[in-house]
């Protein structure tokens, strides 16, 4: 067996080895280089493609999917209205040729570049390439009839991970399976759709009650401010919405200390809130919790939700591992530390800081033997004032908003002073260890489930082959020469797949 044909040797493929081998077809070459990308870790994308007069291909060409740069018009964008997708173009100039051999009509490989730019992708992370995942015509068909009798799509997922052993043995993304729906959904959009749209809006905006009242009482709730600012504010919006004889607002006033940023402010929360991240696994696991569920039923659904927090995660570090941010801010070296330094989600809220010190001005700068004070204030609120001070012997950044201390990030104040310094990297003083990306290795960890099949898993393969077998003795059953070719071929597998099955004792 050559190396060609041996996957346990795709890895170690030198150009040598694959230059003037020949194909029956292009898409037989295309099938060799996606399984080959897959071992390697990589995805691929297609190319250069040339036809003779007569429509025949002449010349295929697959690139890395990180070849070339994202043109620079895509860059300079600035009236952008959502966050853009990463880049994940990097010059790499991997990539596979072939070209028709008129004598023989068969597509030989002219051209194998194997030296990557880049880091090639993990184990565990193979699974999410793009080129390497796809939704079957089956799995949608078996989607939308399940649809019509209220079966979700997340659901139908659950489904086939539990049908196939794991998520990396699906093939594809919930998101993928989403969106392939959606696009036969569209096809199919009827005129009275824009009816029912309209009518479901028109419904939703009588919800909004008073969304005056919920934007000013959100900014005594989430603003830092001293205890005579919040006090001021409150009353003040009080009296607007006339509300002083209000229980709730009484209620709530008595509790500020619970709630208010002006008073957690310093204690430290990671950002997080009661009612946060955690809602899409009530929604799942609240199907399941009831006073009648038996233990090991309760634990089963457990770990099933656990498994999908599990390759999230797991697809979260592979976008972090294989897109760059698209920069756009003024300090352009502390935002390039800042996303080689955090995790994506939180480089974000990092992000919005640097952009927030533009707004800053220095009111104030006073040098001490070890140290230097800053004092700040806001463009359109000149009358609030912070101070932050720096230690350059320990490059130590402190600041009266206490930002660090409640969230474990760096402020806007504390850029100001990183610009002011002129540094290119944020100080390690403001650095929490538990939102970079080496809070956690996942480098070695594989969540996929390789082993033996769960009752669970047997009772998902079980039923997509019955009804599989189905749709096959409906048309069996129409002829006399299917029914006995069906039959004899029923025995032959029955056979085969007994001798497949784990030593069991067989019913």
């Not at 935002?335 to 974000?348: G, L």
Request: net charge positive.
């Amino acid at each position: 067996m050559s190396k060609l044909d041996d996957p346990a040797k795709l890895t170690s493929l030198q150009p040598s080895d694959v230059i003037g081998k020949e194909f029956a077809s292009v898409q037989d070459a295309e099938a060799f280089y996606k399984n080959y990308s897959l071992f390697i870790g990589f995805s691929i994308r297609k190319d250069e493609m040339r036809h003779d007069r007569y429509g025949m291909i002449t010349i295929r060409r697959w690139v890395c999917s990180k070849q070339g740069y994202k043109e620079q018009k895509y860059m300079d964008k600035t009236d952008k209205k959502r966050e853009p997708r990463g880049q994940t173009r990097e010059g790499c100039r991997v990539a596979m040729k072939i070209k028709i051999e008129r004598n023989s009509m068969m597509w030989v490989v002219s051209e194998f570049v194997i030296e990557h730019t880049h880091n090639l992708s993990p184990p565990n992370h193979t699974q999410f390439l793009r080129s390497h995942r796809s939704v079957k015509d089956s799995e949608i068909e078996q989607l939308q009839s399940w649809g019509t009798v209220g079966v979700k799509t997340a659901q139908v997922m659950d489904h086939l991970v539990d049908q196939s052993g794991s998520y990396s043995n699906v093939g594809h993304t919930k998101k993928d399976l989403q969106n392939r729906l959606d696009s036969v959904r569209r096809s199919e959009i009827q005129t009275s759709d824009a009816d029912s749209v309209k009518s479901y809006l028109t419904a939703k905006s009588t919800n909004v009650q008073n969304g005056n009242f919920t934007r000013a009482f959100c900014n005594c709730m989430m603003n830092f401010m001293t205890e005579d600012e919040f006090d001021l504010q409150w009353f003040s919006m009080v009296e607007k919405f006339r509300l002083n004889n209000n229980e709730w607002v009484s209620a709530m006033y008595s509790k500020r200390k619970q709630w208010a940023e002006t008073f957690l402010r310093d204690s430290f929360f990671d950002g997080m809130r009661s009612t946060q991240r955690c809602e899409s696994m009530n929604s799942y696991l609240n199907r399941f919790v009831h006073c009648r569920l038996k233990m090991y039923e309760f634990l089963k659904n457990i770990n099933r939700a656990l498994d999908r927090i599990r390759n999230t995660e797991t697809f979260n570090d592979y976008q972090y591992s294989t897109t760059t941010p698209v920069y756009g801010t003024h300090l352009l070296g502390l935002e390039k530390h800042a996303s080689q330094t955090y995790t994506r989600n939180v480089f974000f809220l990092v992000r919005e800081e640097i952009r927030e010190e533009e707004s800053l001005s220095i009111v104030n700068c006073v040098q001490d033997v070890d140290n230097y004070t800053y004092t700040f204030k806001k463009f359109g609120n000149a009358n609030r004032i912070w101070t932050t001070r720096f230690i350059p012997s320990v490059n130590h950044i402190h600041c009266s908003c206490k930002m660090f201390e409640t969230v474990g990030l760096p402020c806007s104040h504390s850029f100001s002073v990183m610009k002011a310094m002129d540094m290119q990297h944020i100080s390690s003083s403001l650095i929490l260890d538990r939102w970079t990306t080496h809070a956690k290795d996942f480098s070695a960890i594989k969540y996929a489930c390789e082993a033996k099949p769960t009752p669970i898993m047997e009772k998902a393969r079980y039923g997509s082959l019955s009804s599989k077998c189905s749709k096959m003795c409906y048309f069996a059953s129409k002829s006399d020469d299917g029914f006995k070719e069906a039959n004899g071929e029923i025995d032959k597998l029955t056979v085969r797949m007994q001798e497949l099955m784990p030593s069991s004792p067989i019913n």
